[in-house]
Nanobody, 126 residues
Framework: QVQLVESGGGLVQAGDSLRLSCAAS????????MAWFRQLPGKEREFVAA????????FYANAVQGRFTISRDNAKNTVYLQMNSLNAEDTAVYYC???????????????????WGQGTQVTVSS
């Protein structure tokens, strides 16, 4: 069974750091392009960061550029999102996403990914 499980969320203060993890089971993430999205209640899922399997390139939303880093450890079958200098606007449920090979569309669209985790809550108090 293919599964993505996020962890590492929590309640932190503005300026703090968190590292989210996305552990995959049922498949080898080295064959997948991976991404992180986030979502607030009543709003659409928003792109955060992505890593492309074919080239190893990484992409970031403007709002997190320079503060967040996406990385992968294929040996551990895990993708990470290091989040530094957190602020209240980063509060959301964070989701891990995967698509076999390259993206099926633009990397910043949620429709470009087939598999999703259940999400982990990140709350930043100001």
């Amino acid at each position: 069974q293919v599964q993505l499980v996020e962890s590492g969320g929590g309640l932190v203060q503005a300026g703090d750091s968190l590292r989210l993890s996305c552990a995959a089971s049922g498949y080898d993430i080295s064959w997948y392009s991976m991404a992180w999205f986030r979502q607030l209640p009543g709003k659409e899922r928003e792109f955060v960061a992505a890593t492309r399997r074919t080239t190893g390139s990484t992409f970031y939303a403007n709002a997190v550029q320079g503060r967040f880093t996406i990385s992968r450890d294929n040996a551990k079958n895990t993708v990470y999102l290091q989040m530094n200098s957190l602020n209240a606007e980063d509060t959301a449920v964070y989701y891990c996403a995967a698509n076999w090979g390259d993206y099926s569309g633009p990397y910043y669209l949620s429709s470009s990914y087939k598999d999703w985790g259940q999400g982990t809550q990140v709350t930043v108090s100001s």
